[in-house]
């Protein structure tokens, strides 16, 4: 596609129940990466894919939450039992192949309201 | 913690001049990069500078880099309304594997007409 797509890019839940946000890449990036950004804050690190290597989850904040890829395609991100200080705009961003300083693209964000 | 921290927070400038923003970090970086974000959505990549580079333009951006400090700075030049958004730099930190980044906390930018 012509640039990383995330869906739904709104969504309002119960506290408890859980959501799974979405991202496409962009066709033939190897690296894909999640992010979360609460309202008026910086960029958090989620997690990170790369190609087939196991993926760095360093940045999860808790193992309600948990990420995953097929191949070098969609990712989903998944929150289980949802709680209010989850409600943050959620990141996807994807990037070229190999090592190297390149730039990330980011996709629109799917903005979570944990009512 | 975030390895990059932007100075000031938030600024505030009439159309025309010039804004500057600043950026801190920690680490041995590979390389530094600056985005640009509106209304809370996704970022847009702005500009990369090297660790070996000192200084990058492009367009009415410019960047430095002092790694002896560890600090950048990014200018914008004659600025417009449409320059109004979040500004955040990254860094990829040196000996990482990946390509992956660590962003700032970011500088909000009003450009008022």
């Known amino acids: 596609g012509a640039g990383v797509s995330q869906s739904p890019s709104n969504k309002v839940t119960e506290k408890g129940k859980d959501v799974e946000l979405r991202c496409d890449p962009i066709?033939?990036?190897?690296?894909l990466y999640w992010y979360r950004q609460r309202l008026g804050q910086g960029l958090e690190f989620l997690i990170y894919?790369?190609?087939?290597?196991?993926?760095?989850k360093s940045g999860l904040p808790s193992d309600r939450f948990s990420a995953e890829r097929t191949g070098e395609s969609v990712s989903t991100l998944t929150i289980q039992r949802t709680q209010q200080e989850d409600s943050a705009v959620y990141l996807c961003a994807s990037s070229g192949r190999g090592q190297g300083a390149y730039e990330q693209y980011f996709g629109p964000g799917t903005r979570l309201t944990v009512t | 913690s975030q390895q990059g921290e932007e100075d000031p927070q938030a600024l505030s400038i009439q159309e025309g001049e010039n804004a500057t923003m600043n950026c801190s970090y920690k680490t041995s970086i590979n390389n530094l990069q600056w985005y640009r974000q509106n209304s809370g959505r996704g970022l847009v990549h702005l500009i990369l500078i090297r660790s070996n580079e000192r200084e990058k333009h492009s367009g009415r951006l410019r960047v430095t880099l002092d790694t002896s400090k560890k600090s950048s700075s990014l200018l914008i030049t004659a600025s417009r309304a449409a320059d109004t958004a979040s500004y955040f730099c990254a860094t990829d930190r040196l000996g990482n594997a990946g390509n992956m980044l660590t962003f700032g906390g970011g500088t909000r930018l009003m450009v008022k007409p």
């Open positions: 066709s033939g990036h190897t690296a």
């Open positions: 894919f790369q190609g087939n290597s196991a993926p760095d």
